[in-house]
Every structure is written in structure tokens, then in C-alpha cells.
Nanobody
Framework: EVQLQAFGGGLVQAGGSLRLSCAAS????????IGWFRQAPGKEREGVSC????????YYGDSVKGRFTISSDSAKNTVYLQMNSLESEDTAVYYC????????????????????????WGKGTLVTVSS
């Protein structure tokens, strides 16, 4: 059974940091592009960051470049999202998702299609940034 479990959300003040974790199981971790998407109240879901562990390709959405860092640990089948300099606009439910790299390619998250096209989704974790 494929599972993506997201952890680490919470309440933080603007300017603070949080680290999200996505624990994956039930599929070959290195064969997938795994990433983070978010949906703020009243807004559409958007891609935040993705990583293709087998070839090192990393994608960041424009709104998080320079503030967020994605990494992966293949031994633990876990993807991390370090979020620094958080802003109130980062408040959202953050979802972990995965797509087959051989089908969609390592650059999939740079496409708007990825928002609705990832193969597997986990339940979200809420991040609230207070100003």
C-alpha cells in the first residue's frame, strides 16, 4: 500500500522556521519525483518544491526560492522541506505527493500539470504563520 505521511506543520511567527517531513512507503522511493504542494484558504493548490532523488533535480516555486530547501534521505524514504523566513502568505495546508519519474520526467513539478497530476497524495499538514 502506497503511503505518504506528512509531519511537522504547526503555528509559527513570521520570520520563523519549520521543517516538514514526508515519509514514503509502498513504492520504490528513488523511482519517483516527490514534492510538496500547498493550498491556502480560498486559493488554488500550487507547487512548492519537488525533488528527484535519483538524479538530483530540484524544483522550487518562485514564491519560495531562497527561503525553502528540499532534501531527501533515500535510506529513510523521507523527503524534507526546510522552511525559513516564513511569511503570512505561506499559511496553507501542505501536501506531500509523488509521481513516477520514468513517466513524467524529473522536471514534472515545473509544469502546472503536476498540481493535479501527481500519482499519489498524502494527507496535508497545516502550516500557520502569524504576523
Amino acid at each position: 500500500e502506497v503511503q505518504l505521511q506528512a509531519f511537522g506543520g504547526g503555528l509559527v511567527q513570521a520570520g520563523g522556521s519549520l521543517r516538514l517531513s514526508c515519509a514514503a512507503s509502498g513504492f520504490p522511493f528513488d523511482d519517483f519525483v516527490i514534492g510538496w504542494f500547498r493550498q491556502a484558504p480560498g486559493k488554488e493548490r500550487e507547487g512548492v518544491s519537488c525533488i528527484s532523488s535519483s538524479d538530483g533535480y530540484i524544483y522550487y516555486g518562485d514564491s519560495v526560492k531562497g527561503r525553502f530547501t528540499i532534501s531527501s534521505d533515500s535510506a529513510k524514504n523521507t523527503v524534507y522541506l526546510q522552511m525559513n523566513s516564513l511569511e503570512s502568505e505561506d499559511t496553507a495546508v501542505y501536501y506531500c505527493a509523488a509521481a513516477v519519474r520514468a513517466i513524467y520526467g524529473p522536471y514534472y513539478c515545473s509544469s502546472d500539470d503536476s498540481v493535479g497530476g501527481m500519482d499519489y497524495w498524502g494527507k496535508g499538514t497545516l502550516v500557520t504563520v502569524s504576523s
